[in-house]
C-alpha cells in the first residue's frame, strides 16, 4: 500500500475509450510526486478478492506543478517510486 511521504509516478488515467470510459495505461510516467494524505472510501464491500480494498483516495503534490497544486488521484493510478 503507499503510504504518506512514499514518492510516487503516476502510470494511468481514468480516460474515454471510444465510447465507454476506462484505465489508460501509459509505459512512461506522467508525472512524479510525492503522497500528502491518503484516504479509504467510506463505503464498505469494495473489497477485492484477497479482502483487500479495491482502492482508495491518494493527495499528491506534483514535482513539476503541473496541476497548480496537491490533486487527489485514485490509488490504480499511481506506483511507488521510493518509500
Given at each position: 500500500?503507499?503510504?504518506?511521504?512514499?514518492?510516487?509516478?503516476?502510470?494511468?488515467?481514468?480516460?474515454?475509450?471510444?465510447?465507454?470510459f476506462?484505465?489508460?495505461?501509459?509505459?512512461?510516467?506522467?508525472?512524479?510526486g510525492i503522497?500528502l494524505?491518503?484516504?479509504?472510501?467510506?463505503?464498505?464491500?469494495?473489497?477485492?478478492?484477497?479482502?483487500e480494498?479495491?482502492?482508495?483516495?491518494?493527495?499528491?503534490?506534483?514535482?513539476n506543478?503541473?496541476?497548480?497544486?496537491?490533486?487527489?488521484?485514485?490509488?490504480?493510478?499511481l506506483?511507488?517510486?521510493?518509500?
Amino acid at each position: 500500500m503507499i503510504g504518506v511521504g512514499d514518492l510516487v509516478k503516476r502510470v494511468a488515467s481514468f480516460s474515454p475509450v471510444g465510447e465507454d470510459f476506462g484505465w489508460q495505461m501509459y509505459d512512461f510516467p506522467i508525472g512524479i510526486g510525492i503522497v500528502l494524505e491518503i484516504e479509504l472510501p467510506l463505503y464498505e464491500g469494495l473489497e477485492d478478492e484477497s479482502g483487500e480494498h479495491g482502492g482508495y483516495f491518494i493527495k499528491v503534490v506534483w514535482q513539476n506543478g503541473q496541476y497548480g497544486g496537491p490533486v487527489w488521484h485514485w490509488s490504480e493510478e499511481l506506483q511507488v517510486i521510493s518509500k
